[in-house]
């Protein structure tokens, strides 16, 4: 049984930061990316950033120069840091990690207004 422990979420202030985590657990084979996607009420979920194992990046354009994804493999866990939040960033973000399977977190809001 594969798990995915996300944390991090909260409300702040447009221009903060907040930094989620998300820590992979059970019987996880070969996994080639670990990331983050985001999805507010009527819309489709997108992808925010994600990582391959030899560290190789990819970062919606949204974000760009504003988040940072990185992982430790060691511990199959991923971060997401996200600085200079706007209120548009609002949504739920979901940890994913992709194998021959796609896991999902359970999803952690992250509010930004003032």
């Known amino acids: 049984q594969v798990q995915l422990v996300e944390s991090g979420g909260g409300l702040v202030q447009p221009g903060g930061s907040l930094r989620l985590s998300c820590a992979a657990s059970g019987s996880i084979f070969r996994i080639n990316f670990m990331g983050w996607y985001r999805q507010v009420p009527g819309k489709q979920r997108e992808l925010v950033a994600r990582?391959?194992?030899?560290?190789?990046?990819t970062y919606a354009d949204s974000v760009k120069g504003r988040f940072t994804i990185s992982r430790d493999n060691a511990k199959n866990t991923v971060y997401l840091q996200m600085n200079s939040l706007k209120p548009e960033d609002t949504a739920v973000y979901y940890c994913n990690v992709q194998t021959v399977i796609t896991y999902w977190g359970q999803g952690t809001q992250v509010s930004v207004s003032s």
């Open positions: 990582m391959t194992t030899s560290g190789a990046t």
